[in-house]
């Protein structure tokens, strides 16, 4: 099977695939809802065939944005071969998980079992995944720079991602391996050159002192710097900006103009650092009941009870913290408003803070195998008085804080994709350079075809990740594309699990040696899946939810 004939087979097994899952989509949907709206209790009866179809929807829409190199006349015949070889991998997942759901409701999908069955599927899959065409691809790459998944950037991105990758080699990698083995909070050495290539400002409108102009697409220039800082550490660098992305956007959206004129410029200048303070020790991901207590007291509020997970707490000077304004606790996340805390820096794994009116706020650190460096807190809130001033929205903004914190959650979770995306390079380049120099019984490990079928699954993979993670940050509004930046930020942090696991298995028993820097990127990927939403939570409340209430929102239109 010639190359446009392996092109042709995969695009049309692809676009079966699609008829295929909007069936699926059709399916799960009759069954979940309730006069044409979508029951949450139906949906929750269904979570297993819920999670098949959102990993299908994510591998589709992976395997379909990076087929898109196939026309472009840039692309290299490695970056050709890649494309088909995560198709095909794809092509063969999607089929499995839709049949999940179709089981699941005992029906029958013709279609699917004709596209399974398929001789032209079959010499794809003969042609693109056996062993010595895998082995071959793992040959090409042996002999490439380690650039993969190439991306269209523009010359202003260009420079944007050449900036943050010289600084990410030579500032942040030499400090990386030391911040992490001894637990360390992240240097001013780092902080204070990346206030002023203004990192903290990439989101933040020229207007109230950020960097973002309309022409630099501000998700774009968020990517690119993620990425590169990432590759060098997830925890010291790529995540710094996870935190102000979130806060900025939340103030954009629901901020009133002197809050946007008193903060934003502060935070785009990286002082005070900031921290989110959402999560709670009995609700984990479950947003709508959170009990943290906001009582009415003169001139503002009282903050009582404790968050867990707030990451960068003990450095940030300005915490956001999602609170229960309203005690009526059948108003779930209506219920919630978001209220800017004020509070001194503090270097140290833990600290505790007496404000002159007597309110208190303590801090402790978790201790976790890996993401160390910004450190992620339990808090405990004590009578802490937050001003009227610092209600996100003012009075307006009562009740309306869930709403503020998921504006800003869409590009927290884009951005999670980028910082996944530069572990995953800095692994797969770590692995493929081993690879070259490490000999086995007499012969480089890269010459042998499980190795090379390995980096060539790896290198198709953050290809990938690379080419939704971009196409979905080039959409005209992120806000609008909450299914789509939550589908990313699932593929890529999962992908990133995979990757550097191959990668540490390449090194062998000296990947396993904290000296070696594939095993922090290991124990580093795994939180990725976690936070910013949990894959499962993401999957069931999030893109679920986002996926059936579209089909439902077409068929009324119909």
Known sequence: MNS??????????????????????ALLAS?????GHLDGRRVDERQVASFDLVWASAELLAAESVLRVLTDCDATELDRRLALTYAV????????????????????????????????????RLAICNGASLQQTGNALADCDGEIGRVDLGEELLMVQNQFRRFAADVVAPLAERIHRLDLTVPEALLTPLREM?????????EYGGV???????????IVATEALSEASLAAAGSLITRPEILARALITGGTEEQKRKWLPRIALGDPLCAIAITEPDFGSDVASLSLRATRAQGGWHLDGAKTWCTFAGKAGLIMVVARTDPDRSLGHRGLSALLAEKPVYEGHDFEYEQGTGGRLTGR???????????????????FFVPDANVIGGEKGLGRGFYFTMSGMIGGRLQTAARASGVMRAAFRAALRYARQRKVFGSPLVSYQLTGAKLAKMAARLAASRQLAYSVGRLPSIGGAHTEA????????RSAEMITREALQIFGGIGYAEETSVSRYFVDARVL??????????????????LLEQYLERQKAA
Request: aromatic share 8%.
């Open 198 to 206: 203004g990192l903290f400002g990439l989101s933040i409108p020229e």
């Open 365 to 383: 650190a978790i201790p976790t195998i890996g993401y160390r460096g910004m450190h992620s807190f339990d808090l405990s809130f004590q009578n």
């Open 4 to 25: 446009v004939l392996q092109a042709k087979s995969a695009t049309d097994a692809l676009a079966q695939l699609r008829q295929v899952f909007e069936s699926a989509v």
């Open 486 to 493: 939550s589908l990313v930020k699932l593929f890529a942090c």
């Open 529 to 546: 899946s976690i936070f910013e939403g949990a894959e499962e939570i993401l999957a069931l409340k999030v893109i679920v939810k986002g």
């Open 31 to 35: 069954r979940c809802a309730v006069d």
């Open 212 to 222: 973002a102009t309309g022409d630099l697409d501000s998700n774009m220039t968020m």
């Open 89 to 124: 991998e794809a092509i063969g997942s999607v089929i499995s998980r839709l049949e999940g759901v179709f089981l699941e409701f005992d029906c029958s999908a013709p279609e699917l079992q004709m596209l399974a069955t398929s001789t032209d599927l079959r010499d794809l």
